[in-house]
């Protein structure tokens, strides 16, 4: 399979939880929502052999428009990473 949908990805998790699509639709709603309030809240949220979720500042620097080649102001904003786990690194590579 190359690309699993988010209802392709919820169906292979109900099969394997034995549970129904919509209980397995609730649960991962359920783990991403808690993922989001702990990256908001903590800065991190760590998903053990897989990753973690980092929220990063980036400062204001100055970029350019490729169209034109001028200058512009790029502000300073906040941004969500993901860090792969070694052991997700060493399993498929």
């Known amino acids: 399979m190359a690309k ?4 392709q990805f919820i169906q292979s998790m109900a099969e394997m939880l034995g549970v129904s699509k919509k209980e397995a639709s609730e649960k ?6 808690m993922a989001y309030k702990e990256v908001k809240t903590s800065g991190e949220f760590n998903i053990p052999g897989l990753g973690k ?7 204001a620097r100055t ?4 169209l034109t080649g001028a200058e512009i102001k790029i502000p300073a904003k906040t941004v969500v990473k993901f860090r792969v786990a070694k052991q997700c690194k060493d399993s498929i590579l």
Do not use: C
């Not at 991962?28 to 929502?33: E, G, L």
């Not at 979720?53 to 400062?59: I, M, S, W």
């Not at 970029?63 to 490729?66: A, K, L, T």
């Open 63 to 66: 970029g350019r428009n490729p």
């Open 4 to 7: 699993m949908t988010k209802s």
């Open 28 to 33: 991962w709603d359920a783990f991403v929502a």
């Open 53 to 59: 979720l980092v929220k990063k500042a980036r400062a």
